[in-house]
């Protein structure tokens, strides 16, 4: 079973603190995804990678970047932290096509900004 | 999402059927998902069709008609831990676009 391990469940963080939320995943996945879930907003996503130091916005990029520096691992990195940031924060990776392979999600960081 | 549309919550009763829609705009589809997210877990993925037609999977079944931007999941024989969001995922140009989900209350 592919396993995506995202590093904290829970998180509290203060505004204008960098944030690093960091996710694992061990199936050999090329594919790597960054959302946040909002109550009304559904999953939205965040940036992506398809490979090692590759990196592509998703329709949410303002006030984030990311970092894939080994295959397994994709970093989520809030630059200052602000209080419209508090959120469920979803890792997800899949292999091969984008197209037609499920995404195995992680269980998620829930982060609040204070 | 981007002009994915789900309703928002939906009731069913144990032992009953029910039927989750999900339109979407048909410019440069590729492909549509279903994925069942238990409140606080992590989304899971059910289904993914890509042409025409019913995909059946024991108690859940999904239809696509590419034309008409349509697709259902169909659930039967209720469950209580069918009590879940259903999300609605459509690939278009590649990437992948989520609704916002249905939420599905079970009544005993």
């Known amino acids: 079973d592919v396993k995506v391990t995202q590093s904290s469940r829970y998180l509290v963080k203060r505004t204008g603190e960098k944030v690093f939320l960091e996710c694992v995943q061990d199936?050999?996945?090329?594919?790597m995804f960054w959302y946040r879930q909002d109550p009304g907003l559904g999953l939205r996503l965040i940036y992506f990678s398809y490979d090692v130091k590759m990196k592509e916005k998703g329709d949410i990029p303002e006030g984030y970047s990311v970092s894939r520096e080994k295959k397994e691992r994709f970093s989520l990195i809030l630059e200052s932290a602000s209080t419209n940031q508090t959120s469920m924060y979803l890792c997800?990776?899949?292999?091969?096509?984008?197209?037609?392979?499920?995404?195995?999600f992680g269980d998620g960081t829930r982060l609040s900004i204070l | 999402g981007q002009n994915i549309d789900q309703p928002t919550e939906m009731t069913a009763t144990e032992g009953a059927i029910v039927q989750i829609n999900c339109t979407y705009q048909t410019s440069g589809f590729n492909g549509l998902f279903w994925y069942q997210q238990h409140a606080g877990e992590a989304p899971t993925f059910l289904s993914y069709?890509?042409?025409?037609g019913l995909e059946e999977k024991g108690r859940f079944s999904s239809f696509l008609s590419r034309s008409k931007g349509y697709s259902y999941l169909l659930l039967k024989e209720l469950q209580m831990k069918d009590s879940a969001s259903y999300l609605c995922a459509v690939n278009r140009d590649d990437k992948i676009i989520f609704g916002k989900g249905t939420r599905l209350h079970i009544l005993p």
């Open positions: 069709n890509v042409l025409d």
């Open positions: 997800a990776s899949s292999s091969g096509a984008v197209s037609n392979q499920p995404q195995h």
């Open positions: 199936m050999d996945h090329e594919n």
